[in-house]
């Protein structure tokens, strides 16, 4: 990994830096709907955003290799003599260089678009000859299923991040900071079985 300053004559200054993400959306989205075929009804909720990044500071950790701890099975294609054209820099355990493999960098930031499907709910209601002999209004069947599928170029758990505010050598403050994932936990997939009496 290169690293080029704006101006090798002055070297790498403050004003140097630049923006390289941004954590708002440019727009979030979603979609409703239900349907209904005789005692059957259907619906369900799609959510998105497009247009926005996210520091995968997971990765700082998983992929620095400056440190004696678990790493990604990406790094496998770390830089080598023979493996010279990866992107994926060579170990630097000790830290021998002064701008180690874990410096925050536009190689942590990632796409962070997705379209989720939120939930879904499948309902049987059942027909009103059949309440008649047992003396109740309604029955409704239900399941419903929540986070189930995902689509996003992102490489994380999830690309549903949280406001981060931790410190750490990579922040530069306490402030609750958003589209920073820092070993975020996904949102789980949840099934739930219901019924429904109306008396």
């Not at 259907?42 to 998105?48: D, E, N, V």
């Not at 309902?123 to 047992?134: F, G, I, S």
Request: proline letters at 5%; hydrophobic letters at 35%.
């Amino acid at each position: 990994m290169i690293y080029q300053m704006a101006d090798p004559e002055t070297g790498l200054q403050t004003s140097d830096m630049a923006i390289i993400g941004n954590a708002t959306p440019k727009f979030s989205y979603g979609m409703t709907n239900d349907f209904s075929y005789k005692n059957f009804h259907f619906s369900f909720f799609l959510q998105g955003v497009q247009g926005n990044d996210i520091l995968n500071a997971t990765r700082i950790y998983t992929e620095g290799m400056w440190e004696p701890r678990n790493q990604s099975v990406a790094v496998l294609n770390r830089w080598t003599v023979d493996n010279n054209n990866s992107t994926m820099p060579r170990p630097d355990l000790n830290n021998t260089d002064d701008n180690y493999n874990s410096q925050i960098s536009s190689r942590f930031v990632e796409k962070g678009s997705y379209l989720r499907v939120k939930s879904m709910t499948l309902a049987y209601t059942l027909p009103k000859q059949v309440l008649e002999r047992w003396k109740l209004n309604k029955v409704r069947f239900y399941v419903t299923g929540e986070n189930l599928l995902t689509f996003t170029k992102y490489s994380g758990l999830d690309p549903e991040v949280s406001m981060y505010g931790g410190t750490n050598q990579q922040t530069v403050s306490s402030n609750m900071a958003p589209g920073i994932d820092f070993g975020t936990s996904p949102q789980a997939r949840t099934f739930i079985v219901g019924l429904n009496l109306t008396f």
